[in-house]
């Protein structure tokens, strides 16, 4: 829908993968001169098209890659979120209402709403540290996917740049500066979907003005309809190129929801409700972000040097019930969790070439800074009217990070990347108990190797360790007191060690097939997370997790590519515990396929199956969850080279799997009182629904 991926300036150390591929497509001598010369003459610009970046000779670690704008554009998503799914082995999924965050599995993870998944959006982080529902609460509703021009992924705790929440792996989405026409559409659909979206970017003095807005509408398959709007706007200014230029960006989002949270099984087994009902039919959200961002680039021979800043206003209030008359056997159990924040952050890095004992090398050195101005509260609640307060909390959050990188090419088959990382930390909470007010401040060191051989024959080899972190509540690194039971309360170390090893292969030996295999171990100290669900905190347990990871993108002909990937984890508790060493909820199999076509004349279409295995529910492994396996495809038709038309469709085959599985304990309303049951609670997949887009170009 909008311009490929593309490169118009020469390579110089430090750019970007996607930049490096540029080079090694052929145009090296054109490098070589425009660098001579990048001060006093300026060449025309050179567009060079491709579906898929090559990884050889480029990335540090057999997990990393970059997605382009014409993969990305042939995703079939339900929601925007899905679009981060382009990360082989990555699921995205949801268990309530459309406008609550995705819920994210990953190298064995259960990762919840995107803690140990570091997401952001040209350069801003998406996770949300200290938040009302969970740490590292991943909210990507304001994402407009036909603006997104890369994906960016790694895995593993490998990369000095990255930091909090990136043990599991990092997704970066990048915005186009922008367009070469203006976008205009309209899609309408089964279940109340209904979405506009208009997008151009002329231009405007020295560089060009992007815009974008985007209203959407849909209820799903559930009695009572989500019926989650939202409103969703972008503005950009930008001059210059991506290695030597700037731009600034206001982004706006606002929606509001009905909540089909999971339900109990046994409610649907005997017939209490449907597969599509709800036990609290109140249960909702209502949220909004506002953000204000600017990057600045400079390339030259001498190095490269790349600042972002950006300030976000983001609020929350999200009611729900999962336990429904457990605790509260009159009022029911509804909780509210408000969340209120002003976060601002900066990153910066800067790239240069060296000589290390003879060998061409470079060097990074980097900094980020982050700071949250944060208000949440948990409350009690019936029919979202507040009847009393569990805990509310005013937290200060700040951080620095500090890394530095060096690469050096040692010989044609060996590289090497070594870097260090170091973070601190400082919470201060105010609490409306003061037992649970306090100070902590924290710091941890991050090494990081990766020993890359080859390429011979296409073939590159790799071995990637490191440890990494991620960040704890901060209201769990001062309580005292359970702000609930009023029983004593454990505190939480504020950062949390992860240790990755990883072996790998990448090969491009067979013509216009691209394959990567990974085997891996990632380990964490502890699986402390904060329960906001509770308002209290849980001490989890020393873990562990081996893996494989094999991916495939092949293309046999220009008018098809083809995704294969297929993953597999164990995932266990590393102490001898007699309640079990299964880690509840841990995703152990997950496979894709997907097919593309176009360049057929005026038609195109792709089909995409993804599948995530069964899952422990309990720690003895005694509950399980069943898979889940979705089709979704499209196929369209362009009806002049301005103008398309396409049809969508989800869960093809109709299947009445989960979107995710849970075990505990509730009561409904008709069981005995003081009953506690425990059951499997689950979120179903949507059924099988049509949507139509039509889209022209202005």
């Known amino acids: 829908m909008l311009r490929r991926l593309r490169y118009s300036k020469p390579w110089l150390p430090g750019e970007s993968g996607a930049a490096n591929a540029f080079c090694l497509a052929g145009v090296c001598a054109l490098c070589v001169l425009t660098s001579a010369v990048a001060q006093e003459i300026e060449l025309p610009a050179v567009s060079v098209e491709v579906s898929r970046t090559s990884q050889i000779g480029i990335a540090e670690s057999a997990n990393a890659g970059i997605v382009t704008q014409e993969q990305l554009e042939a995703r079939t998503v339900y929601r925007a979120g899905e679009l981060l799914e382009a990360t082989p082995g990555l699921i995205v999924s949801q268990h309530s209402g459309e406008g609550k965050a995705n819920q994210f599995y990953l190298r064995g993870f259960n990762l919840d709403h ?46 000095a740049s990255q930091g909090d929440f990136s043990s599991a792996g990092t997704a970066a989405i990048v915005y186009a500066d922008n367009m070469d026409s203006g ?22 003095g020295n560089g060009n003005l992007l815009y974008a807005l985007e209203a959407f509408h849909n209820d799903g398959p559930f009695t009572r ?6 409103l969703n706007g972008v503005l950009r200014y930008s001059e210059g190129t991506t290695g030597n230029g700037f731009n600034v960006t206001a982004m706006a989002y606002r929606g509001k929801w009905n909540a089909s949270d999971q339900i109990p099984l046994r409610a649907v087994n005997t017939g209490l409700i449907g597969r599509f009902d709800a036990i609290d039919p109140t249960d909702g959200g209502d949220v909004h972000r506002y953000s204000l961002s600017g990057a600045w680039r400079r390339s030259s021979v001498a190095g490269s040097t790349q600042v972002d800043g950006y300030i976000i206003r983001n609020e929350l209030d999200l009611y729900s019930n999962f336990t429904y008359f457990l605790n509260d056997p009159v009022n029911g159990d509804q909780f509210n969790q408000r969340d209120k924040r002003t976060t601002a952050g900066m ?27 944060i208000v949440n509260g948990l409350f009690n609640t019936a029919a979202r009217q507040r009847l009393s307060t569990t805990r509310a909390d005013h937290i200060v959050e700040s951080s620095i990070g500090l890394h530095a990188e060096n690469t050096t090419r040692w010989m044609d088959g060996f590289r090497t990347v070594a870097g260090v990382r170091q973070d601190f930390y400082r919470f201060n ?26 390429p011979w024959n296409r073939t590159e080899y790799y071995l990637n360790l490191g440890t990494g972190f991620h960040s704890n509540d901060a209201r769990g690194t001062t309580i005292t007191v359970d702000p609930a039971t009023g029983a004593a309360a454990e505190r939480v170390v504020p950062l949390v060690k992860s240790r990755g090893a990883e072996l790998g292969v990448r090969t491009e030996i067979i013509p216009g097939l691209q394959s990567s295999l990974a085997v891996y171990q990632l380990d964490f100290d502890s699986e402390l997370l904060f329960v906001g669900d509770a308002g209290t905190t849980e001490a989890g347990r020393a873990s562990r997790r081996i893996g494989i990871e094999f991916n495939n993108y092949y293309k046999p002909a220009n008018w098809l590519t083809i995704d294969a990937d297929i993953a597999f984890t164990r995932a266990r508790f590393r102490d001898a515990d007699p309640a079990g060493r299964r880690i509840p909820g841990a995703v152990e199999g997950v496979a894709s396929i997907a097919a593309a076509v176009d360049s057929l004349g005026p038609y195109f279409g792709a089909l995409q199956l993804r599948y995530f295995g069964p899952r422990p529910l309990t720690e003895d492994n005694r509950v399980r969850s069943k898979g889940t396996a979705t089709l979704n495809g ?25 979107a995710i599985d849970y075990y505990y304990t509730s009561r409904l309303a008709n069981e005995p009182a003081g009953a506690a049951i425990d059951d499997i609670h689950f979120h179903p997949i949507e059924s099988r629904s049509f949507r139509i887009t039509l889209a022209t170009r202005f």
Do not use: C
């Not at 959006?121 to 994402?143: A, E, I, K």
């Not at 990153?347 to 060097?363: C, D, I, Y």
């Not at 002049?640 to 299947?655: C, D, M, Q, V, W």
């Open 429 to 454: 909470v105010g609490s409306d108990n003061p037992l649970n007010s306090g100070k902590a401040n924290d710091g941890i060191t991050s090494p990081k190797l990766s020993l890359i051989f080859g």
């Open 225 to 230: 309809p989500d019926n989650y709007r939202k």
């Open 183 to 204: 976008l205009a559409s309209m899609g309408l659909g089964q279940n109340g979907y209904r979405r506009m979206l208009v997008a151009d970017s002329p231009q405007l």
């Open 114 to 159: 995107g803690t140990d998944l570091r997401t952001t959006v040209d350069g801003m982080l998406v996770n949300q540290r200290s938040h009302g529902h969970g740490q590292g609460w991943t909210d990507l509703n304001f994402l407009i996917p036909e603006l997104a021009t890369r994906l960016e992924y790694k895995k593993g705790p490998y990369y």
């Open 634 to 658: 499209r196929i369209g038709y362009k009806m002049n080279k301005a103008t398309r038309i396409e049809l969508e469709g989800f869960n093809l085959t109709n299947r009445r799997d989960s």
């Open 347 to 373: 990153n910066a890095s800067h790239t240069w070439p060296v000589t290390l004992f003879g060998r061409e090398a470079e060097n990074t050195i980097g900094m980020q800074l982050q700071n949250d101005n």
